[in-house]
């Protein structure tokens, strides 16, 4: 009888856990980071982590018109978060190590940052909400970068500001 108890106990302590509520919290929720290019990607979202450990998000880096582009973009499927992008038009990665994320429409140097809404919403940064972002490696040989970044956006239909806060990536681009 004690033996079924146990079983019992037991089988609804694994139903009840899951795999988001390993016990971390915040930070402690990203993946290390590292400048291996092991296809990693975690940020804060308002102090929610959201990651992609998949290694299957899109990431290219190619010169095109002598203009280099940069872009990664994980997705984030089971949660409001659908999709984060950080890119870059005309930075060549392996002179400028720090980009600001701002306006991304006006094709010039600098980058930009935006989040797709569980609505379906593009939500970007522009010249009153903007970030950075910052290549710890950048390795054109082995296809490999590394990088860090914060920024913040203002969804203006929800009148909400995300703030974006401990970016991490490390990922194999194309080119």
Known sequence: MKWKIFLIIFTCFLISCNKDDDGCRGVDCLPIATQTGAGTFGCLVNGEPFVDNSGRFNCFYQLVDNKYYFNISPTFKSKKLVELDLGSIGIDLEKIKK?????????????????????????????????????????????????????????????????????????????
């Not at 903007?130 to 950048?138: A, E, S, V």
Request: one cysteine or more.
């Open 99 to 175: 980009f600001s994320l701002n306006d991304f429409s006006s094709g010039e140097g600098g980058g930009a940052a935006f989040f797709i809404s569980g609505e379906g919403r593009n939500i970007s940064t522009n010249s009153n909400y903007t970030g950075n972002c910052i290549i710890n490696k950048f390795d054109n040989e082995n296809n490999i970068v590394s990088g860090t970044f914060e920024f913040q956006v203002f969804d203006e239909i929800t009148q909400t500001l995300y703030t974006i806060t401990e970016g991490r990536f490390d990922a194999k681009f194309t080119e």
